[in-house]
């Protein structure tokens, strides 16, 4: 008699995770709850997030292990947003946690310390096999509202092979009503709307504060016309446009924050578009490394609609990015640039620089 599969449901102690895990255990998985300790305080992912999943971990008939990563995760995510900030970019932490965090240390303490190889979480995206290229794919999720491919850009396909994403044929609706129907405790729970660090501490603007000096700096226009003070570079994005506190006759964004010189550069909304931009290191994803350039949708944010571009392939791992039918507002360096064929996610980079070319 061959006994049930293992699996690891990374447990944040919210709706999805807990109804991911519930989902395998319902499909015949022996499922072990793993919860990260990534910080202190309040928040879906600290000590009430702890408190939650153990619930639910109770509900499921499941053993429950808390890991604690205190010090990994503010080497490898807090460390990294204070860096980028000060840099004057925009970083991406979501990616990089589910990368070195939740498929990279907390997979690694499944394998060595459970004997475990795979792992399901509340993820919305989709993921297999295809016999033609000998890859691992990853797709988008069925609820596009809530598809979190793009944050899933940078996995291994090694990582993609240990992940089971059950909740990638589901809608968000759905999955309220089946943890209603199985009497989860966080079936009625809010949803998390910001970074768990954030929520911790109250806002970005509250945490970014905590770790970086204010350092009163010029606003100024692509000229260098000085327009105004800001009470922080880290405080701003490329694109911004609310919060800026300076007067002209037409409605100013943010172009570039120049960290070295510690300015913030607004200018018109045609001054923050950009018809290519640069990224790297590239992740080749649901296809191999293309030797010439190929065409495909480009998402630039998590919220923005994918358009049309040719990506060149460069040395170094990196890519060249061309709009093909017009300039794209508010590139920031620090997002992923990450490109689709259809639903499938075919590779993707951090966005080093963008520029207008033509």
């Known amino acids: 008699m061959t006994s049930s599969p293992k699996i690891v449901a990374a447990l944040s102690g919210g709706v999805d995770s807990s109804v991911a895990a519930a989902l395998v255990r319902k499909q015949g998985y022996r499922v072990c ?26 509900q499921l008939d499941i053993p429950h292990h808390i890991v604690d990563i205190r010090q990994q995760f503010e080497e490898t995510i807090v460390d990294f947003l204070v860096e980028g900030y000060q840099g004057g970019v925009t970083p991406l932490p979501c990616s990089r ?67 089971v994403f059950p909740l990638g044929e589901m809608t968000k609706d759905q999955t309220r009503a089946l943890a209603a129907e199985l009497g989860l405790s966080v079936a009625h729970k809010p949803e998390s709307m910001d970074l768990c660090l954030v929520e911790a501490a109250g806002s970005m603007r509250s945490f970014l504060n905590a770790h970086i000096e204010t350092r009163r700096g010029e606003i ?19 694109g911004q446009r609310r919060g800026l506190g300076v007067a002209a006759p037409y409605p100013l964004y943010v172009v570039a924050v120049d960290a070295a010189n510690n300015r913030v550069v607004v ?39 994918p358009v049309q571009a040719t990506i060149m392939p460069l040395t170094a791992r990196g890519a060249r990015i061309v709009f093909d039918d017009a300039p794209q507002f508010a590139i920031s360096p620090g997002q992923a640039a990450v490109w689709y064929a259809g639903e499938r996610v075919l590779g993707g980079g951090i966005i080093l620089a963008s520029g207008r070319t033509h």
Request: glycine fraction near 10%.
């Open 267 to 305: 200018g018109a909304r045609e001054e923050a578009t950009a018809c290519e931009c640069t990224v790297g290191p590239v992740n080749w994803v649901s296809m191999a490394e293309p030797e010439a350039p190929i065409q495909a949708e480009v998402q630039v944010r998590y919220r923005s609609q």
């Open 97 to 163: 946690c589910n990368k070195e965090l939740k498929f990279g240390l907390l997979l690694e303490y499944a394998r060595r310390k459970l004997g475990i190889g795979t792992l399901a979480t509340g993820h919305y995206a989709r993921t297999g096999f295809d016999d033609r290229t000998g890859r691992r794919w990853l797709a988008r999720a069925v609820d596009r509202t809530k598809d979190q491919s793009y944050f899933l850009y940078d996995l291994s396909q090694e990582q993609l092979a240990s992940a």
């Open 33 to 58: 709850g793993v919860t990260l300790w990534l910080m202190r305080g309040k928040g879906s992912c600290c000590s009430d997030g702890m408190k939650d999943a153990a619930r639910v971990c109770e």
């Open 220 to 238: 100024v226009d692509t000229s260098g016309k000085i327009l105004g003070e800001h009470d922080g570079a880290h405080h701003y994005t490329v």
